[in-house]
């Protein structure tokens, strides 16, 4: 299974300088972020039906990635994120992180829960690939 986490971080940095994973959203209450940030973290992976008639167990997971922009916010003043969103939708929307996988399409997105003097944003981006038993 490829790592689909780190190529979103690998196509975010050739457009943003500060690109890092994130094992969960919880974790940026440990980080410190002086200037604006890009946080990679898988959200969820859900399997779907069985796929019948292969004679083997496969399946097509759904993949969603989260990509959590964190701006710090100078003087109690709300930054405007928008411009910043729509580069990373721009970077992410429509493509394709492997041959194995489906291009990647919107999955929502949402202010977060943060501390005083930075504002954050999640993006979720979906994706699928098929996914056989090995061995059986």
Do not use: C
Request: hydrophobic content about 40%; charged content about 20%; proline content about 6%.
């Amino acid at each position: 299974m490829i790592s689909v986490a780190q190529l979103v971080i690998a196509r975010l940095k050739t457009q943003f300088s500060d690109v890092e994973g994130l094992m969960a959203l919880s974790d940026l209450g440990d980080k410190n972020v002086p200037r604006k940030t890009l946080f990679v973290v898988e959200m969820a992976e859900q399997p779907g039906q069985l796929v019948d008639g292969t004679g083997l167990y496969r399946h097509e997971i759904t993949s969603t990635i989260g990509v959590l922009l964190v701006v710090p916010a100078r003087n109690n003043a709300q930054p405007d994120i928008t411009a910043d969103r729509q580069q990373i939708r721009d970077l992410l929307y429509g493509w394709t992180p492997d041959d194995d996988y489906e291009p990647l399409y919107l999955g929502g997105g949402q202010l977060q829960p943060s501390r005083p003097g930075i504002v954050a944003w999640v993006d979720r981006f979906i994706t699928q690939y098929t996914e056989d038993a090995v061995g059986v």
